[in-house]
């Protein structure tokens, strides 16, 4: 019986996969809790993976 392969996932070499984080500011909120920001990856968008070529160019430059 056949295994099908399939292409492996163009995990995003700036960020390695984790695209969108939240960054805390410092600043307290009146319940308590600290105000964050999001971020995405400025390479993926906040997507985690990449094209084929962007994948190449980016470690082609590291």
Known sequence: MPQHNHA??????????????AI?????LRDGSRATVPVNCPTCHGAG?????AAVATAKAV
């Open 8 to 21: 492996p996932a163009r995990i995003c070499p700036n960020c390695s996969g984790f695209a969108a984080v």
């Open 49 to 53: 993976i990449v094209t084929r070529p």
């Open 24 to 28: 805390a500011t410092g600043v307290r």
